[in-house]
């Protein structure tokens, strides 16, 4: 079955918080973070609170998980690439700093 973007946003914020892996929820992070370089995605994510979810992640104890709540360790967005509305990650820095 084929999800649209929002949904399937939906779908990894759920794993995340129903998960009790710990791979599982670094993995997922991982991929939201991923999905905050994407100005397409901010609204489904606002909508999502996943700006929430990257901040709550900041005390964690698993440094990973912190690690990717702040876009570390996850890949960058391509070289040149000047979005066109604000990313999610750039709110969550302005926010965060």
Request: charged share 25%.
């Amino acid at each position: 079955m084929e999800l649209g973007r929002l949904e399937y946003l939906q779908a990894l914020v759920t794993e995340f918080q129903v998960t009790d892996s710990t791979e599982a929820k670094e993995q997922v992070l991982a991929n939201l973070a991923n999905f905050a370089y994407d100005p397409s995605n901010y609204e489904y994510l606002r909508q999502l609170q996943v700006l929430d979810l990257f901040l709550d992640m900041l005390t964690e104890e698993n440094e990973t998980l912190v690690e990717f709540a702040m876009g570390k360790g996850c890949p960058s967005p391509p070289r040149g690439h000047r979005p066109r509305a604000p990313s999610l990650k750039g709110q969550m820095l302005r926010v965060v700093l």
